[in-house]
């Protein structure tokens, strides 16, 4: 019977040994490039320390937006199996039923899901599992070591490492912490099903800035119905021990108003929770490398901007730059530079930086300007709630609404 270590040993000497592309991190950036390059026949060699990706909390939901590009890569077929898709999306606001949303999401659990993205990885675009002892990049070649003294020789090296700094630190990319502790996501299973949930799913806004919450999204992952809360505390606050510990009794307290359809907040998991800081990378203009994805920026979960960062990155590489890089004799850092100054790539970083610092000021920001601008989108929002309710006086109430 093959153990893993045989397993693992097969793979990495499976790898060719000349490519085109050698991405370095199999996480989502890293898997979803390596198939989209596949799909246009490239080859490409797929490098990390782990045969399955460990399930830990990260990105559980996308909007059809970045649905749209995994399709646009031919990826959809290999990503739709792993989705759980929803749409009719009830949201509350200052403790009442605010409004329906008709868009698409798809929930997910992020292991299982960059596991199955593996699983569907072609035979040019193998994955291998090996750890990188030596990175060394140039105008033209690149070379990669493993610790099993395998190398891989590629014309443009791809870092998407997430957070793991060992690979950027080899090449000389430094990492920038423009908001330590920025803010802190929490993730937990309730103990209602999908069946028993009388919304598809819910998004619910905290009311009051004290508990220095942004909001509360329940949504379906199979049958399961799972619960992300995005806010600002830190693992140290009184506050997050007191939630680990009894996160039922702290839910009721905040969001009374949608307990009654959470099966009064019956927790079914431990509650899993991961404190992220904002970051960018200096450093990174360099000959036959480009970072993407975490490995680039890191941005806030609480605007759910990442993965949106990570597949515009694919897009941009496999549409346009590793197309037009690779008909060219050379890799020089001319070349790396258009892709980081690429209008579209720029917009989307910064944009998503922007909703990171953004969030975090409009739920729980001190300084005049934003609790001015607090009371002007209280009071606009309440007008909408009167009006609505204004408009279905004496019309048949729908289940649906709460
Ligand atoms: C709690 C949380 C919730 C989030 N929620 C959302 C959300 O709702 N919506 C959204 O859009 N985004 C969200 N995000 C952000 C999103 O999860 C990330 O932007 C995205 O997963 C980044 O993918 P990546 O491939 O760049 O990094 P990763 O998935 O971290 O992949 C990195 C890979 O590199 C490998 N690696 C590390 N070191 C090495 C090495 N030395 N050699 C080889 N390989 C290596 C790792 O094993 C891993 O496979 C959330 C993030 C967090 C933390």
Known sequence: MNTEKDRETAAVQAVPAEVEVAIVGAGLAGTALALALARTGRKVALIDPHRTHHDEFRAEKIGMAQMELFEKHGIGPAIKPLVTPMTDIHTFRLGQFFQREQKWEFGFSYGPLVNGLRAALPPEAPLTVGKVSEVSTGPDRQRVVLTDGSIIDARLLVVATGYSEAIRRAIG???????????????????????????????????????????????????????????????????????????????????????????????????????????????????????????????????????????????????????????????????????????TKLETDESAMRASIYAKRITIGTGMEWRLRRVRNNAARQLMIIGRKFREAGQPATPSMA
Request: hydrophobic residues 40%.
């Open 173 to 343: 990319m430094e990492r920038i912490e423009e908001s330590k502790a920025h803010s802190l996501s929490l993730g937990f299973d309730l103990a209602i099903t999908r069946e028993q949930c009388p919304y598809p799913a819910v998004t619910c806004y905290a009311r009051n800035p004290a508990d220095r919450t942004a909001y509360l999204t329940i949504f379906p992952i199979g049958n399961r119905m799972r619960a992300n809360m995005f806010g600002y505390h830190t693992v140290a606050d009184a506050w997050t021990r007191e939630f680990r510990d009894n996160p039922q009794k702290m839910l009721l307290k905040m969001m009374p108003e949608i307990a009654a359809q959470c099966g009064n907040f019956e927790v079914a998991s431990p509650v899993e929770m991961r404190q992220v800081s904002l970051t960018t990378t200096k450093g990174h203009r360099r000959d036959g490398v480009v970072a993407i994805g975490d490995a680039f920026w890191t941005t806030c979960p609480t605007p759910g901007v990442g993965i949106n960062r990570v597949m515009t990155d694919v897009d941009r590489l496999v549409s346009t730059f590793i197309p037009d890089w690779l008909a060219t004799p050379g890799m020089a850092a001319d070349k790396i530079c258009a892709f980081y100054d690429d209008p």
